[in-house]
């Protein structure tokens, strides 16, 4: 039997790199498409409960059905998973998004929010994202990154518990040097919020952001993509700090 | 100078959670309160950039102001430290949630998203989640455990680049057996979508969900707080599972 892959995002079912990413897919396995039917960027792990999602099926050929939803990236995986899929997904990808899931841009992102909800689910996920947010964006040149790990990660499971959050370099396919597995750089964003007034003369804000990585640490997801190879940051859904429980015991009563 | 205390959450602006935590807060120092001006119950770190952000002050006294805003936690937690507090805050606080904030609950929480926002730009912050989700939740009995916790971090600080996620049982204040320190429980939520047909014959699905934890461990927030104890994971902004990172570098090209 072939595999079954589901697929989702956070641009949008209209997404060029989404539909990118379902082509390559399809050389792997039977395919169903489940995405946004809007742009759902910087949505992390919404999901939707005070209201009802609604699904439309746009087009369903022999080895690949693509259907629109009204929510939220992780809604997607919940009702592709439930209701739209044969049975339990061999695998589940997010993407191609257009621009960095790296760094701190990890925890915003609804790409990532999926992933991680597939994994929650006991699927094996991948997350896409080129580094470019331009609507010509080279999504070619991400096919043979997007292929090697596919084959991979068919064949090898990715750990319990844990999705990857691959990163692709806005290169030519030729100039990508490899692959490497590695952390997500720490990183903060500079929030601009310009104010403004409007035509009747009261405030809003506008966000707009700023990625401040400083000198990323050598072993992580930033220097890579800087140094031009695709990343894999192994993710998983459990924000622990481990590394402070000690320290912190002295707040126990 | 007392100390600036900057406080949101998920359940909007009219919770008596947030209202009962200001008051709490204001015993330490001067209140900021920004908070949704809607319910954004699980939106996670959701943020906005594709439409203004709108604010309206509620109200102002000496030493507690409170605005609303049509954005996110994360946004507030944002348009708040940048426009609306005086100086950085020595304090960001998010909650007191109705409802768990324990286990997987964490990453899909508007309550958690503000906080992990706080201690990414560079402040010190606790989200507060009391497990009781009916309207008449008794937030009196959260009182004491609120004030040692604000006691201690405002003395001792939280390891840079972490927050503290807080859940505090449904019990009355003096059955509390005491704080735990311990890890975020791995759990899932069973989904339930429930497909209806609306009055025009169109199916639609409503998305409900049910903790399904299992045994949780003895070291877990859910092993604490079915024991009676309030909990305290220390969390990070930062997914990566270096665990996996040794068996993950096959991947590498």
């Known amino acids: ?18 539909r990118h990413l379902a082509a390559v897919a399809q050389e792997y396995g039977e395919v169903v498409v489940m995405a946004p039917d809007h742009n ?7 999901i939707t409960f005070t209201r009802p999602l609604r699904v439309n099926l746009i087009s369903q050929e022999e080895s690949i059905s693509i259907y629109s939803c009204d929510g939220t990236p992780v809604d997607c995986v919940k009702i592709g998973i439930e209701h739209f899929c ?3 997904p061999d695998l589940v990808l997010s993407g191609i998004n257009y621009g960095s899931n790296a760094s701190i841009n990890t925890i915003y992102s609804g790409t990532i929010g999926a992933v991680l909800e597939a994994c929650i689910k006991g699927c ?25 790990i596919l084959s991979y990660v068919l064949q090898h499971p990715i750990p319990d518990f844990t999705a990857l959050n691959v990163n692709i370099p806005r290169l030519p396919a030729n100039q990508i040097k490899g692959i490497r597995v590695c952390q997500q750089a720490r990183a903060t964003w500079k929030d601009i919020l310009e104010k403004r007034i409007d035509p009747i003369r009261r405030p809003y804000w506008w966000l707009s952001l700023k990625l401040v990585c400083g000198n990323p640490p050598h072993d992580s997801d930033e220097h890579f993509l800087a140094e031009g190879y695709v990343t894999v940051v192994p993710i998983q859904p459990d924000f622990t700090a481990t590394q402070h429980l000690p320290s912190l015991k002295n707040i126990e009563i």
Chains 1, 2 share one sequence.
Do not use: E, W, Y
Request: charged share 20%; net charge neutral; hydrophobic share 35%.
């Open 1 to 18: 039997m072939k595999p079954l892959i589901l697929i989702t995002n956070d641009d949008g079912v209209t997404s060029r790199g989404l």
């Open 40 to 46: 759902a960027s910087g949505v992390s792990s919404s």
């Open 124 to 148: 094996q996920a991948v997350g896409f994202s080129l580094l470019n947010h331009n609507p010509d964006a080279d999504f070619d040149a991400c096919t043979p990154s997007i292929r090697h």
């Open 86 to 88: 044969t049975r339990k």
